[in-house]
């Protein structure tokens, strides 16, 4: 399930028009790259990519601000600064239906996806499989290579670029998972 916190602000930039094919030649896709995509968009894919891992049961995405998940990041991590992705396991009881919750700051993941030169999808689905990694048990903070192995051969069968993981091993800097 994909839900939208109402701070977010919404897209302040109008959908581009129909254009004829000569036209859309001179256009690049970088006018709408920055557009958050539809919620079935991204539900579509968070299905897939639990399929891909194996992962049964009801994941949450809450797509926010910085701000909303500053607060979160502060509340269980003891870290008083935006990220871009933090996931929260459920509760044992619960684990054979509900997985958990994954958060994460459509803010940050715009900023990211400029630097990286994606649309705003691409990396929005990155980082639902990274959040979707965490919850089926994977922390590349203390497996030694393994959720960085697995999300890389994944990556590659959903078609999405260069993952978080290696960004932080070109970039060190320590940010993603919460485990209350």
């Given at each position: 399930m994909i839900l939208l916190d109402p701070e977010l602000e919404p897209d302040?930039?109008?959908r581009p028009k129909a254009v004829s094919p000569s036209t859309a030649r001179s256009r690049t896709a970088l006018p709408s790259s920055g557009r958050l995509p539809t919620r079935p968009t991204l539900a579509r894919f968070l299905a897939q990519a639990q399929a891909a891992i194996s992962l049964r049961g009801q994941v949450t995405v809450l797509l926010t601000t910085d701000e909303t998940i500053r607060d979160l990041n502060r509340r269980f991590r003891g870290k008083n600064k935006p990220t871009d992705v933090?996931?929260?396991?459920?509760a044992a009881l619960v684990q054979h239906r509900e997985k958990g919750d994954i958060a994460i700051s459509v803010d940050t993941a715009r900023r990211q996806a400029a630097e990286q030169g994606h649309p705003l999808?691409?990396?929005l689905k990155i980082l639902i499989l990274h959040g979707l990694l965490h919850l089926a048990g994977y922390d590349h903070e203390t497996d030694r290579g393994r959720m960085h192995r697995r999300e890389r051969k994944l990556r590659a069968l959903l078609g999405l670029p260069a993952g978080l993981i290696e960004r932080?091993?070109?970039n060190p800097v320590t940010k993603r998972s919460a485990r209350p």
């Open positions: 302040s930039k109008p933090l996931s929260f396991p459920a999808a691409c990396e932080t091993q070109r």
